[in-house]
């Protein structure tokens, strides 16, 4: 092992475009936020943090069976950027010797724990400081970054997600397929879509 992996868990906005929290939408008998959780408290990392904002109260309550860490966000409506910070310093904070961060967001609902060891599988047998999924054409998260990156994360501003990182960097990047990424639940439409499969 190259030294601990943390990983941040997103889930601090308002879904404004779902009418409702999406966090607590149920699939297969458990919330997105509950399956996200439970992708990285049963992945081989380290250390797990959950930065909530918006309802961060009642999400909060909805994981408190799972154990992990959680952040509160403030400043969520100024963009995923100060998630990412945020949940940074608290890793950080545990253990500055984390030697890399893996980023999943909340409303991808196959993300498991399968992928996030994946992650960290080709990042330990390459030489590479960014391991990202790669899905529908594009790379982007969920995405592992090396510590060398922790000061570019910690610079990124407003609604600038880690994938303007990996775009910057994709000569510094490996990807693992993720054909199922593409299916995120931003709206109404999108959550119907993904009960019907």
């Known amino acids: 092992m ?15 475009r779902m009418g409702q929290p999406k966090q ?31 309802n961060h109260k009642r999400h909060q ?6 154990g992990i860490e959680v952040v509160i966000n403030e400043d969520w409506e100024k963009g995923m950027s100060g998630s990412i910070k945020a949940g940074l310093t608290q890793l950080l904070h545990r253990d500055k010797s984390i030697a890399a961060v893996i980023i999943i967001p909340c409303d991808q609902p196959f993300v498991n724990a399968a992928l996030v060891d994946q992650l960290i599988e080709v990042y330990l047998h390459s030489n590479k400081g960014i391991v990202a999924c790669a899905y529908a054409e594009t ?3 969920p995405a592992l970054f090396s ?3 922790f000061g570019e ?4 501003e407003g609604q600038a997600g880690a994938k303007q990182l990996i775009n910057k960097n994709i000569q510094d990047c490996l990807t693992v397929a993720f054909p199922a990424g593409a299916i995120d639940i931003d709206t ?9 499969k």
């Open 2 to 16: 190259v030294g601990k992996v943390g990983i941040i868990v997103l889930a601090a906005g308002a879904s404004s």
């Open 24 to 54: 607590l939408l149920p699939y297969q008998g458990r919330s997105l936020l509950e399956r996200s959780v439970e992708a990285a408290t049963t992945s081989s990392c380290s250390f797990s943090v959950l930065v909530l904002g918006s």
């Open 61 to 66: 309550k909805a994981i408190s069976e799972y």
């Open 188 to 196: 109404p439409e999108d959550y119907l879509r993904l009960n019907e």
């Open 139 to 141: 790379v982007g998260i």
């Open 147 to 149: 510590a060398a990156y």
């Open 153 to 156: 994360l910690g610079l990124l």
